[in-house]
């Protein structure tokens, strides 16, 4: 009886020291953020940088309240949001898509092989003027931006990763007389999961590259938009207030897809 | 009668830089019930054997006939395990055995409880629900077993099913697996490198040789030892004289082999 006691109480002290060690760090990462919004503010006041070039946490927070009143920013807010959604999600499943494929015909990757490599070689950006000209200046070329970044490279992990499944998982199941299908559904695609779901967190990243040059070069409203925008007119509070809106959107985002993923690999 | 004849069977595999002749002129004949040990050193073709036998591999000459019907393709009259257990990390135990029911689309509910059964019959009855990793690898191994056996195959086939375990869950596992082909008279085909496990399990011993595959002696394995579960058999006077004939054919291939390795 004694034992066991004294087995709870240094459980109970193990517990106390990982929780105390995570309040330290969540504290040391609070700091950091005070402290750099607080030194940012202060460089800016005291004309250490050019206000005008860098800004300062209050007038970007000025910038925000107003447009946030006048109901722009958040239409251009929704604009790109679902602009990097449809991307990410298109460019995602078009290249699991193309990988399955890939997989159930040999021949059709041998063939594919070359211009898999070329696209993959190839800077996609570059492509935004054609693909600009051949879908108009719109939301669609943009997604089409955001998606074509992706899909390329999702592929060519996926299908990699399916290639290297154990072959002996789909012996015992050919043994069985399973199809090439029943081999994909029972065997290959289990086991590529995982490597799908970090696609999922590059591509975060991915599309919201893909969404912002596109906006970049549409000009007409998002948060690229407000960017190319500032910048032309030189009032780099926009610029600073539309990379923080980013920053915090693509965060979010990534943080969903991490979700996701603990909810999908138990 | 016979029931699974190999009729002149040779292999080869090709790649890019080589022809390999992995098997030649490969016949044998084996009866209902039989329990056929296949032994010799690494790369002599054994597995390859196995494959052609479970149809995995279609042979590039011969044939080879389950009661005179000849075998294209696998099926659940062929049960094939394989040297780990290879059971699906992301299916639980259950799902695990009943796969090969669920890949033909015989999946029932009294396939669930011959399934459930089974399980018990190998000492697994508490672990249908668990995952493949909380299971110790003999343990795995018998729900292997249980997976292969399920179909109710007519032939068993055994790649290493217990090189990869420790001594003692090996002979454990060996004495489980031969007294449950003895109760169901299954006809097994075991590979393996062991010929101790060969001799005690099998009625008869096949010893190949390799460069190409051909089967060069087949011992019989005396009726006494037939009898005794393998734990036994092991202890028994005759097994450690056929332990020594076996042992002498087998030396005389390595030294053979490997000189021929050097030319």
Request: charged letters at 20%.
């Amino acid at each position: 009886m004694k034992q066991t006691k004294d087995d709870d109480r240094l459980f109970q002290h193990y517990l106390t020291s990982v929780r105390k060690e995570k309040k330290r760090v969540i504290i040391w990462q609070v700091l950091i953020l005070i402290s750099f919004i607080l030194i940012w503010e202060v460089a800016s006041r005291l004309y250490w940088v050019d206000p005008l070039l860098f800004s300062s946490p209050t007038t970007i927070y000025q910038v925000i309240a107003e447009k946030l009143q006048d109901g722009s920013l958040l239409k251009h807010m929704q604009i790109t949001l679902l602009e990097t959604v449809a991307g990410f999600l298109i460019g995602t499943i078009a290249g699991i898509f193309l990988a399955v494929s890939l997989w159930f015909s040999k021949r059709l990757s041998n063939i594919l092989d070359p211009y898999l490599v070329i696209l993959n070689a190839m800077p996609k950006v570059a492509l935004g003027p054609i693909i600009i000209v051949a879908l108009g200046p719109g939301y669609v070329s943009i997604i089409a931006m955001g998606a074509i970044i992706s899909v390329i490279i999702t592929t060519l992990v996926v299908y990699a990763a399916f290639n290297e499944v154990d072959p002996n998982y789909a012996k015992v199941l050919k043994s069985f007389g399973a199809t090439k299908r029943q081999v994909f559904q029972h065997a290959v695609f289990p086991a590529t999961m995982p490597t799908m779901i970090s696609t999922l967190k590059v591509n975060v990243g991915l599309s919201w590259v893909g969404v912002i040059v596109g906006e970049f070069l549409v000009s007409k409203q998002g948060l690229g938009y407000l960017i190319i925008y500032g910048f032309q007119v030189f009032d780099f509070s926009l610029v600073m207030m539309s990379l923080v809106l980013i920053a915090l959107f693509a965060a979010v985002m990534y943080k969903l897809v991490e979700r996701i993923e603990n909810w999908l690999i138990k | 009668m016979s029931f699974l004849t190999l009729e002149k069977v040779t292999h080869y595999y090709f790649s890019k830089q080589r022809v390999t002749k992995a098997l030649k002129d490969i016949s044998v004949s084996i009866h209902e019930g039989e329990f056929i040990a296949l032994l010799g050193p690494s790369g002599c073709g054994k597995s390859t054997i196995l494959s052609i036998m479970a149809g995995i591999i279609s042979p590039t000459e011969g044939k080879v006939k389950l009661q005179q019907k000849a075998i294209h393709a696998p099926s659940s009259e062929i049960g094939y395990m394989l040297q780990q257990d290879y059971l699906f990390p992301w299916k639980s135990i259950l799902e695990n055995i009943l796969l090969g029911p669920k890949i033909n689309q015989t999946l029932s509910k009294e396939m669930k409880e011959k399934g459930l059964s089974l399980l018990q019959e190998v000492g697994l009855e508490h672990v249908g629900s668990a995952y493949p990793d909380a299971l110790s690898g003999g343990m795995r191994q018998r729900a292997a077993l249980v997976r292969t056996l399920i179909n109710d195959p007519k032939i068993l086939l055994f790649d290493e099913p217990f090189s990869a375990l420790d001594y003692q869950t090996k002979l454990k596992l060996e004495e489980l697996v031969s007294g449950l082909l003895k109760t169901y008279h299954k006809t097994t085909v075991l590979v393996t490198h062991d010929i101790g496990e060969a001799i005690a399990m099998s009625d008869r011993i096949f010893v190949m040789d390799s460069n190409p595959g051909t089967i060069s002696k087949v011992f019989e394995v005396p009726i006494e030892l037939r009898n005794e579960q393998p734990l036994l058999a092991r202890r028994h006077p005759k097994y450690q004289l056929l332990f020594d004939k076996v042992w002498e054919e087998l030396d005389t291939k390595e030294t053979v082999s490997s000189l021929g390795g050097g030319i």
